[in-house]
């Protein structure tokens, strides 16, 4: 059987990265909650926020190390599927990822040690410290990546010479002009979607009727945030898309199924798009809608798909789906937020069953959104690996076959299906047991040595022979 190496390449890092980024989707927004509860705590003195924040800590922990071990599959796979990429690209990029890991991956590293395990080792507020940095780290992360990534999708600040990307002005490389309002979109989804994950648990551990308090506090912090970060989602979406208007205006028009260029087009909001005959069936539209909002003027122009040559388009189906999912599901976040708006007016919020079962439905509903918009971004980028200038197609090892792409796809698909399930029941074993009480979360440790000697008991003594 003869198998593709580009197509099986691409499913394997689609594959690979599809199952990581669910992982910085929640740690990015879980350092940050865990971190603002030790502040409170601090600021405080109140245990409940201390009992949430180790909770939360466990959680973080085994999130944090699968995200570790996924992460460096990636790059991997660069050298071994993607070496003539990497060849091209790497006076670029190759510093973007190196500061990545001097700047986060360091940093995080340092200071977990002391999050996850220096609570009786060191004062509270270099515990805070700590908890901060870690936080901190996880933003520098997404920086840096989300930088690479966004040269991939609009290229600045380089010339090419014998093939090669060189550096031109490195201030260009890293703030290209889709970077800002990917950065601020993508950070924003992986607040909410950790905002839902606690929404969720907290809605969980109030319908036990148990850990109440804690319940309480989660349900309580976390809504305040959406209430606030659902809404500007919604705005920096539309910033993102005037900027992929301009910038990428092919991926726009398979995101919208538009294939004739026009101006007062509609909205499309549901159609079956037929990339061999280039048009669409069983179309919903909402006429005039779609230039308003995609360009902001009734009579603003939309590029059609038949502007780009045929080999320059990038695929329509799945951009045009995922991008009505990422959109369905920040619709019902909106309404979520409203709900428990109108019912903490009502002082109603932590009582009312239905929403505390709607919250805990909709856990997962940010890790969907996220999948999707991840979807629309990089399969909207092709054929093209750096957008324009370097196509997929010769971006993959020269010496690669498919039976070997095949073999190693069959691996990861196997680890990855042992992993996350394991790793998802261990959370579920934490979440099912609740919060503990503060004084229970770490053994007494006085002057850095253990509580008790490590054969305490066995009746050995210092001098005596094993």
């Not at 910033?239 to 909205?267: F, M, S, Y």
């Not at 750096?386 to 997929?392: D, E, F, H, K, N």
């Not at 099912?432 to 440790?445: L, Q, V």
Request: charged share 15%.
């Amino acid at each position: 059987m003869d198998f593709d190496p580009v197509f099986l390449s691409r499913l394997q890092f689609a594959w690979v990265i599809g199952w990581h980024i669910l992982l910085p989707a929640f740690t990015v927004g879980a350092a940050a909650f865990i971190a603002v509860l030790e502040g409170y705590n601090l600021a405080t003195g109140r245990d409940v926020y201390l009992r949430v924040s180790m909770f939360w800590t466990r959680i973080f922990s085994i999130a944090f190390g699968m995200g570790v071990v996924t992460g460096v599959v990636m790059p991997f796979q660069l050298g071994t599927n993607w070496s003539r990429y990497s060849d091209a690209t790497a006076n670029v990029l190759s510093p973007l990822f190196a500061y990545e890991g001097l700047t986060a991956f360091f940093l995080e590293a340092a200071f977990l040690g002391v999050l996850l395990f220096g609570r009786k080792l060191v004062p509270r507020w270099a515990h805070f410290v700590a908890a901060l940095v870690v936080a901190m780290g996880t933003l520098f992360s997404s920086f840096w990546i989300l930088s690479a990534n966004s040269l991939m999708q609009t290229p600045a600040g380089y010339e090419i010479v014998d093939g090669r990307f060189f550096p031109t002005d490195w201030l260009q490389v890293i703030f290209n002009p889709s970077f800002p309002s990917r950065q601020a979109h993508t950070v924003v989804a992986f607040f909410i979607t950790t905002g839902f994950v606690v929404l969720g648990v907290g809605a969980y551990l109030l319908r036990r009727e148990k850990f109440a308090e804690e319940g309480r506090t989660m349900l309580s912090m976390t809504l305040w945030l959406l209430t606030a970060l659902v809404p500007l989602q919604i705005f920096l979406g539309d910033h993102h898309g005037l900027n992929t208007l301009e910038h990428q205006p092919a991926k726009l028009a398979a995101i919208e199924v538009r294939w004739e260029t026009g101006r007062n087009v509609p909205l499309t909001l549901f159609a079956i798009p037929d990339e061999k005959t280039e048009s669409n069936h069983a179309a919903i539209e909402i006429p005039g809608l779609g230039s308003l909002i995609l360009t902001h003027k009734l009579d603003g122009e939309i590029k059609g798909l038949k502007d780009f040559p045929a080999d320059q388009r990038p695929p329509v189906a799945i951009p045009f789906f995922a991008f009505r999912i990422m959109v369905g599901c920040a619709m019902l976040m909106l309404g979520i937020v409203l709900l428990g708006g109108w019912l903490r007016w009502r002082r109603r919020l932590t009582d009312t069953p239905l929403f505390l079962l709607l919250c805990q439905i909709a856990t997962p509903i940010g890790f969907v959104a996220v999948i999707a918009g991840w979807a629309v971004t990089e399969v909207g980028r092709q054929p093209w690996t750096v957008y324009g200038l370097l196509r997929t197609a010769a971006s993959v090892s020269p010496s690669l076959t498919g039976r070997d792409v095949a073999i190693s796809l069959l691996a990861y698909m196997a680890v990855y299906l042992f992993m996350y399930p394991t790793g998802l029941f261990l959370m579920l074993r934490i979440v099912r047991a609740g919060p503990m009480p503060a004084a229970e979360g770490d053994a007494t440790i006085e002057a850095g040595r253990p509580q008790a000697p490590v054969l305490a008991g066995a009746g050995v003594s210092g001098g005596s022979e094993p």
